[in-house]
């Protein structure tokens, strides 16, 4: 069993940046490919960034080259760097684990969720 912990959420204006974190229990961290997928307001979550248990980074189109995913596998955790955030951003982010595999996109190909740390952007 996987629990996640996202923190950093917040209030940000326009061109503005925040680092999301989301720290993981168990002692096999290294051993998942952990994603980031958000929810905006009346629409479906959807898949913003994963990164392998190989460190293969993948981002989906609308925030590629704004944002950075990492990890830290000592620290039990996986970062989200957004930077030049738009309005269309605003979203509740959540953290979601997967053991050992690519990166899928889809929702249901996940294992392990967060609670979830809201994104407000503002114009």
């Known amino acids: 069993q996987v629990q996640l912990v996202e923190s950093g959420g917040g209030l940000v204006q326009a061109g503005g940046s925040l680092r999301l974190s989301c720290t993981a229990s168990?002692?096999?961290?290294?051993?998942?490919?952990m994603a980031w997928f958000r929810r905006a307001p009346g629409k479906e979550r959807e898949f913003v960034s994963g990164i392998s248990d190989m460190d293969y980074a993948y981002y989906a189109d609308s925030v590629q080259g704004r944002f950075t995913i990492s990890r830290d596998n000592a620290e039990n955790a996986v970062y989200l760097q957004m930077n030049n955030l738009k309005p269309e951003d605003t979203a509740v982010y959540y953290c979601?684990?997967?053991?050992?595999?690519?990166?899928?996109?889809?929702?249901?190909?996940?294992?392990?969720w967060g609670q979830g740390t809201q994104v407000t952007v503002s114009s």
């Open positions: 979601a684990a997967k053991r050992r595999s690519v990166v899928p996109r889809r929702v249901g190909d996940y294992d392990y």
């Open positions: 168990g002692r096999t961290f290294a051993t998942y490919t």
